[in-house]
């Protein structure tokens, strides 16, 4: 007969009562108890009898700065054409990450389709840690440049010094070390901009509980500052400024409100402090719509600083809620397809913060067709 420790025994019968109640709490699960309701199945639909306006395209012509290679075939890439026609989108910036040969066959393959798509490169890390490195990004960069590429992006650090740049990772390497400093001195000498990834929004590293407002999008993405030699928030925003410091001549834009825009006056204090740095507000309209007031004082204010970006699968939906936040002064709605589980609300901008937003910024950093 096989024996157990009373360890083991408790554990077996734990483990036997959990499945229990999971197995009656599935079969009793009643979505309209609010005991029961789970976050995920919350689709709340506003009932205030209040204007809307379902924008159709954005009122001036569009540059977005932050888009990817979502389209991997010429009819998907004509099909992402007509959605940019459609909105007033004049040109797309594509973040390809990608050097060599697979930046090759991207450009190609964009270009092919439209000159519409500005292709942009990544760093090829792929001879770090040897004496050829840098030199070796460097010619590479210059090879890409010479092949079509306008800048660089998108670069990514979320703690780790992980430079992402496609399928390459090289960790405990961040944006501000010495090593850096050739490559983006080329791209300076280049006429190149490179555009940062750092970090992650708050929610993201705030505990996973009941307290965090943004906890649908913080569990997928959630950051875990026990990891060993992993920067925090503030240390990545440090890494940014250190890099500007260390780079007067290079153009950086910081994506996405460099993830600190729950905190518009260090925000603020960051772009005071550094003149070639901007920022762009991809994938960030839904984190923003949670705060209008505050985040319209913030366009308006930093209106020469802010450009337009998406981040997103390009659809129809993606630009109209877009526009509908940007423009409108539109209260309490959702997207629930698109956002968080809280209601959003629009900005209403003026019409010159938006064709500096939209296009004017963006001629500064990429010039003129």
């Excluded at 979502?70 to 099909?79: D, F, S």
């Excluded at 992006?153 to 501000?176: A, N």
């Excluded at 090593?179 to 750092?198: D, I, S």
């Excluded at 503030?234 to 260390?246: I, P």
Aim: glycine residues 6%; charged residues 25%; negative net charge.
């Amino acid at each position: 007969m096989k024996l157990y420790t009373h360890t083991t025994l408790l554990f077996i019968l734990i483990l036997l009562t959990g499945c229990q109640t999971a197995s009656r709490q599935g079969d009793s699960y009643n979505p309209n108890d609010p005991a029961q309701l789970r976050l995920a199945d919350y689709h709340p639909q506003s009932v205030f009898n209040i204007p809307v306006n379902e924008l159709q395209q954005a009122k001036y012509t569009v540059i977005d700065m932050h888009s990817h290679a979502y389209a991997e075939t010429k009819e998907e890439l004509e099909a992402w054409v007509k959605a940019m026609d459609a909105n007033n989108i004049e040109k797309v910036i594509v973040h390809t990450g990608a050097y060599g040969e697979e930046f090759d066959r991207l450009y190609d393959l964009y270009k092919s389709v439209s000159d519409r798509f500005e292709m942009w490169c990544g760093f090829d890390m792929t001879a770090w840690g040897k004496p050829e490195f840098p030199a070796s990004a460097v010619a590479e960069l210059e090879r890409c440049f010479l092949k079509g590429a306008k800048g660089v992006g998108e670069l990514s650090d979320k703690g780790l010094g992980e430079i992402i740049s496609r399928q390459v990772k090289e960790p405990g390497l961040h944006f501000d070390d010495d090593l850096f400093v050739p490559l983006f001195t080329k791209c300076a000498e280049l006429g190149m901009p490179v555009n940062m990834h750092l970090g992650d929004p708050i929610w993201m590293y705030e505990p996973m509980d009941n307290q965090n407002d943004g906890y649908m999008n913080a569990w997928d993405w959630k950051i875990d500052l026990t990891v060993p030699g992993i920067l925090n928030l503030d240390q990545l925003v440090e890494s940014l400024e250190n890099t500007c410091v260390k780079n007067p001549n290079t153009t950086f834009i910081a994506c996405h409100f460099i993830n600190i825009a729950h905190d518009y006056e260090k925000l603020g204090q960051v772009l005071d402090r550094h003149a070639n740095l901007y920022i762009d507000n991809s994938a960030r309209h839904l984190e923003t719509a949670a705060t209008p007031r505050a985040s319209k004082k913030f366009y308006e204010k930093y209106s020469d600083r802010i450009m337009f970006g998406t981040d997103n699968t390009p659809s129809l939906d993606m630009y109209r809620l877009n526009w509908r936040i940007l423009e409108t002064e539109d209260e309490h709605f959702y997207a629930h397809e698109q956002s968080y589980h809280w209601p959003l609300h629009g900005f209403g901008l003026s019409d010159a913060t938006l064709e500096k937003l939209y296009r004017t910024n963006a001629l500064k950093i990429i010039g003129e067709k």
